[in-house]
C-alpha cells in the first residue's frame, strides 16, 4: 500500500473516460488562469472564488451546468396518445406527475437551482438547507445505516463488496426518503445517472446522434415517473452497533445554517408549520422535497440526479484512496474520521469542472473576463486535490478544501449530507481494512468514476 498507488488508480478515472480534456487541464494548470480564445482555465483558488461570487454569471447560457440541468429536468413531455371521439376521460394531456415545461407547482419558484437567480433561488435553497441541515441529515442517517450493516455483512464471511453497486443503492435509498418515494431506490439511482449523461450528451460541444435529445426527454420522464410515487413505509430506526451520533453531535461544515428538528416522517416540517412560520416572516410557504416531488417539480428531480451521481462518483474513489494509501487507521479513529471524509471530498472532487458564461465584462485572476466568454473552474485544482493527498492528520485548510463544493450562494446546500454519509461508509469499512481487487472505470457516466471497484476484508 502507498500513496504513489493510490494516486495513480484515482488518476484513471480521468484519463480513461475524458483523456483530453484532463490532459488540457493538466498542461494548463501552472497559471492561476489561462485564456484559449473565448474560453477562460481557471486552476487558482481565489480566482476559482472570484468568479463564483464576483463575476456576474449567465446561468442559463448553453453548455454551463444550468442549462445542462433545465434541459435534462424539464423536457417537452411525451406526445399525448390519441383520444376517441367523445368527451375526454381527463383534462391532463401528460402522464400524472409529470411537470409540464410551463407549469410551476403551487409553492415552487419552477427552476432547478443550478439555473436560478435572486429571490426565487434563495427561497428554493432556504428549503433546502432546512432539510439538508443538521438535523434533516440525521434523519436520513438510519438510512444508509441500515443499508452498510447488510451489504457490508458478507465481508466477515470473506466474501467480496462492489462499492459502486453499494454506493448506487445507498444514494437511491437516501433520495427516496427524502422525496418521499416508494420507488425502487437502485431504480431511481439508475435514473438519475442517466438523466444525468444523457444530458450531458445533449450539451457537448459538435454534431448530435439525432436521437440525442428525445433520449434526454425520455430519461428525465422515467426519472419524475419513479419520483411521483407516494411513500408508504415508516423511516427506519438506527441499529445497534452502526455508526451514529445523536443529533448536534455533528461538526458544522463551512457556514451551512445548522436547522431545528424536523418533525417526524419524512424530513421537513409539516406544511401547516411551514406556512405559519412564513406567514408570521411576511412569506409564502416553501414546499418540502417530498411535496415538489409528488407534484413533479423538476426541483426534487435535481436533487436526486444532483445527489445520486456525487454519491456514486465519490464514494469509491474515496474508498480505493483508503485501500490504496493505507488510511484505515485514520478511518477508524473517531476523532479524524470527519476530518478524512473532508480530506478524501476534496482529493475526489465528484465535480472537477464548472462549465460558466460570464454575463458581464469583469475580471477573474487579474484576467479580463468579456461578457458571454466561457469559464471552465476546475474544482480539483481549486481545492489543490492535484498537489496534496488525502491526510486527517495534515488536512488542507478549510477554505481551499471546500470549494468542491463550489463557494458564495451557489455552494452546494448537500455538502453536510456527503460528508457525513461518507464519514459512516469509512466507520462501517474500518474494521474489515479492505483491499480493493477489482476496478473497472465508468467511460459513460457525466462524473469521472468507477463502473466496477470490489473490495475484499483482510481482516
Do not use: I
Not at 189 to 216: C, F, I, K, M
Not at 330 to 341: E, G, I, S, W
Not at 372 to 397: E, I, K, T
Amino acid at each position: 500500500m502507498s500513496r504513489a498507488r493510490a494516486r495513480r488508480r484515482d488518476r484513471r478515472v480521468y484519463v480513461r473516460s475524458h483523456p483530453l480534456l484532463f490532459a488540457l487541464l493538466a498542461a494548463t494548470r501552472g497559471r492561476p488562469v489561462r485564456r484559449l480564445g473565448g474560453t477562460l482555465l481557471v486552476h487558482d483558488a481565489s480566482a476559482y472564488r472570484e468568479a463564483l461570487t464576483r463575476l456576474p454569471l449567465d446561468r442559463t447560457a448553453p453548455g454551463t451546468t444550468g442549462a445542462a440541468a433545465r434541459t435534462a429536468l424539464t423536457p417537452t413531455p411525451a406526445p399525448a396518445r390519441p383520444t376517441p371521439a367523445g368527451p375526454p376521460k381527463s383534462d391532463r394531456t401528460v402522464p400524472l406527475g409529470w411537470a409540464e415545461p410551463n407549469r410551476t407547482v403551487a409553492g415552487t419558484t419552477g427552476g432547478v437551482l443550478f439555473d436560478q437567480e435572486g429571490d426565487g433561488h434563495r427561497a428554493d435553497r432556504r428549503g433546502l438547507a432546512e432539510e439538508l441541515g443538521a438535523a434533516g441529515v440525521e434523519q436520513l442517517r438510519p438510512v444508509w445505516q441500515a443499508l452498510l450493516a447488510r451489504r457490508l455483512a458478507s465481508l466477515a464471511q470473506g466474501g467480496e463488496v462492489d462499492m459502486v453497486a453499494l454506493a448506487r443503492e445507498l444514494a437511491g435509498s437516501v433520495v427516496c426518503r427524502l422525496l418521499g418515494t416508494d420507488a425502487d431506490p437502485v431504480a431511481v439511482a439508475r435514473a438519475a445517472a442517466d438523466a444525468a449523461a444523457a444530458s450531458v450528451r445533449t450539451h457537448l460541444p459538435g454534431p448530435h446522434r439525432p436521437a440525442t435529445h428525445a433520449a434526454a426527454a425520455r430519461t428525465a420522464r422515467t426519472l419524475q415517473s419513479l419520483l411521483t410515487r407516494s411513500l408508504t413505509t415508516p423511516p427506519p430506526t438506527p441499529l445497534p452497533g452502526c455508526p451514529h451520533a445523536p443529533y448536534g453531535s455533528v461538526p458544522p461544515l463551512g457556514d451551512a445554517p445548522v436547522a431545528s428538528a424536523p418533525s417526524a416522517g419524512n424530513p421537513g416540517e409539516a406544511v401547516a408549520e411551514r406556512a405559519a412560520r412564513a406567514g408570521r416572516a411576511g412569506s409564502a410557504p416553501t414546499l418540502s422535497l417530498a411535496e415538489r416531488a409528488g407534484g413533479g417539480d423538476a426541483l426534487a428531480a435535481m436533487v436526486a440526479v444532483a445527489a445520486v451521481n456525487t454519491t456514486v462518483a465519490a464514494l469509491p474513489r474515496a474508498v480505493a484512496w483508503c485501500a490504496d494509501a493505507g488510511l484505515w487507521d485514520q478511518a477508524a479513529d473517531p476523532v479524524l474520521r470527519l476530518r478524512l471524509a473532508d480530506e478524501l471530498l476534496r482529493v475526489t472532487a465528484a465535480s472537477p469542472l464548472l462549465p460558466r458564461v460570464a454575463a458581464a465584462d469583469g475580471t477573474v485572476g487579474g484576467c479580463p473576463v468579456r461578457s458571454g466568454d466561457r469559464l471552465l473552474l476546475v474544482a480539483r485544482h481549486a481545492a489543490q486535490a492535484h498537489r496534496r493527498d488525502p491526510d486527517a492528520l495534515a488536512p488542507v485548510d478549510p477554505a481551499p478544501a471546500h470549494l468542491v463544493f463550489g463557494a458564495g450562494s451557489h455552494a452546494c446546500p448537500g455538502a453536510r449530507l456527503a460528508r457525513v454519509q461518507l464519514a459512516d461508509t469509512l466507520a462501517a469499512l474500518a474494521p474489515y481494512r479492505p483491499v480493493v481487487t477489482r476496478a473497472r472505470v465508468d467511460r459513460r457516466t457525466a462524473l469521472p468514476g468507477w463502473r466496477l471497484l470490489t473490495v475484499r476484508a483482510t481482516s
